[in-house]
């Protein structure tokens, strides 16, 4: 499939729920309380990482459409066990500069000479290879905490819910 660089998110969404009404499986209802999962997410301290609807911090991915790229089983799954249900491309990265400043974060974008990451506060580091003292490249780790245990299935359902609230395309 080529490139689809031209779709805004709005497309790349509207494009996501299409697809997913071609299925043959019926999508999974959404039983929660979007008003206390809104709460919940709020007591979580889940915007400390991630954007909801234009509010939030942006170092882990923004979550306004996330109820319509993925099922709801999935985002359980992904909430209780992050680092069980990492998208393929994500990697969490330690590299040390030749000063001996560890710069921890998330690979946006790398090639043979460079790497960009995204640390914690958001900020964006670019950093020639060559200069590195260190590279470690943590596969299969997240900096999200696994909230397994942290929430009941009625809770995780009111979260999904307030997801849900504001990614529909």
């Known amino acids: 499939m080529p490139p689809a660089w031209f779709l805004t998110e709005d497309d790349l969404g509207n494009v996501a729920a299409y697809v997913r009404s071609l299925g043959k499986i019926a999508p999974e209802p959404l039983p929660g309380n979007a008003a206390h999962g809104a709460v919940i997410f709020a007591k979580a ?3 400390n990482c991630h954007i909801f609807a234009g509010a939030g911090v942006g170092f882990g991915p923004d979550l306004t459409k996330i109820a319509v790229q993925r099922s709801p089983s999935h985002l ?3 909430i209780r066990k992050p680092n069980e249900n990492l998208p393929e491309e994500f990697l969490l990265v330690a590299a040390t500069t030749a000063s001996g400043d560890t710069i921890e974060g998330i690979r946006v974008n790398e090639d043979t000479f460079s790497i960009q990451i995204k640390d914690a506060t958001g900020r964006f580091h670019s950093l020639r290879k060559p ?7 943590l596969r ?18 009111d979260l999904i819910a307030y997801l849900a609230s504001r990614g529909k395309p």
């Open 76 to 78: 359980k799954a992904a």
């Open 45 to 47: 301290g889940c915007a």
């Open 140 to 157: 299969g780790q997240t900096p999200m905490p696994a909230y397994n245990g942290t929430f009941s299935d009625s809770e995780l359902d």
């Open 131 to 137: 200069d590195l003292k260190d590279l470690q490249k």
